[in-house]
């Protein structure tokens, strides 16, 4: 594992071994302000969370947030999804993937809670696919004749 430090206000990557203090250099020279470096790691970071029969893993790898999605999608869990896709496209994901071959039942809300996170994608110009569902999650994505309007994505 790399650990290295950034600043958040000019994106200036340092080593971590090596650097001299905790103050972004350039942010002190070209602003004359001082701007605390933040210690980030080359190591893709995983997220886990749950609530009612849903379980999430967020994997964040570059621009690329890939969501897994395990149990049951419905009224009891979308907003745990909800959340999770606001937060990907404030956090600036450029490609958020959905995979949803875990997913063993979705209702209704569930299939809403999808296009929310489509919709919500095109706004931030984020591109939003998902993986093919197992049989009874793919019926009802064809029953809503939904089928076409989601890029899929191999899993």
Do not use: W
């Not at 993937?97 to 999808?114: H, Q, R």
């Amino acid at each position: 594992m790399m650990l290295a430090l950034k600043c958040l206000g000019c994106g200036l990557t340092v080593p971590y071994k090596g650097s001299r203090g905790n103050v972004c250099p350039r942010c002190l020279v070209r602003e004359d302000r001082a701007v605390e470096l933040t210690t980030v790691s080359d190591r893709p970071s995983t997220i886990s969370r749950s609530r009612g029969r849903l379980t999430t893993y967020t994997r964040v790898e570059d621009d690329r947030h890939t969501i897994v999605l395990s149990g049951e999608l419905d009224i009891a869990s979308v907003q745990i999804l909800d959340e999770i896709l606001t937060e990907a496209c404030a956090g600036g994901a450029k490609e958020v993937v959905l995979d949803l071959g875990g997913i063993e039942f979705m209702d209704s809300e569930g299939l809403n809670a999808i296009l929310r996170g489509k919709a919500r994608c095109e706004q931030e110009s984020c591109t939003y696919c998902v993986t093919p569902a197992q049989r009874p999650v793919e019926r009802v994505f064809d029953a809503a004749g939904i089928r076409g309007k989601l890029l899929r994505r191999r899993s």
